[in-house]
């Protein structure tokens, strides 16, 4: 039986990060768009957001979600290779390089990274709506800072 792989844990951090970088503004840009706050189409949504918080609006809240979406993608890919792996040995007894996969393999590893999916992406996916709703700009020299969350609609 061979231990636990580390490559794909790697590969879903990668996967999660690059994922973060490149949706993240049309993310935003949609999250603002479903909480109705005075956007009329998806290109007003832009130019408002562009106007009032320059390029840096699109990317308001991306911290979290770049380490937070990172470490999920990490575990949820860790976890299904992992069962994957572990059930195809299980099942084969043999010490073979490689056992073969099965559909069923296939169906309880998928079964089983879905459960850690959801008990870790709920409360981040509740984080980063939360954060990309700050409308207002950040103020320099300790200035307060208002901030808008969304109604208690969007907290699921």
Not at 41 to 48: A, L, Q
Not at 65 to 76: E, F, G, K, Q, T
Not at 133 to 142: E, I, L, S
Request: aromatic share 10%; proline share 6%.
């Amino acid at each position: 039986m061979g231990s636990l792989q580390l490559e794909d844990f790697a590969a879903g951090w990668i996967g999660g990060a690059a994922s973060v970088i490149v949706g993240h503004p049309l993310d935003t840009v949609k999250t603002r768009l479903q909480a109705g706050v005075g956007y009329g189409n998806t290109f007003s949504c832009i130019r408002m957001v562009y106007r009032r918080e320059s390029v840096f609006g699109f990317f308001k809240g991306m911290s979290f979600p770049l380490a937070s979406i990172a470490v999920y993608n990490s575990v949820v890919f860790g976890v299904f290779s992992n069962t994957q792996r572990f059930l195809s040995q299980h099942r084969c007894r043999e010490p073979e390089a490689s056992p073969p996969r099965t559909l069923s393999d296939l169906l309880l590893a998928s079964m089983v990274a879905g459960v850690v999916s959801v008990g870790l992406g709920g409360p981040v996916d509740l984080i980063k709506i939360r954060l990309q709703m700050q409308t207002q700009p950040f103020r320099d020299g300790g200035k307060h800072r208002v901030t808008v969350f969304p109604g208690p609609h969007l907290c699921m």
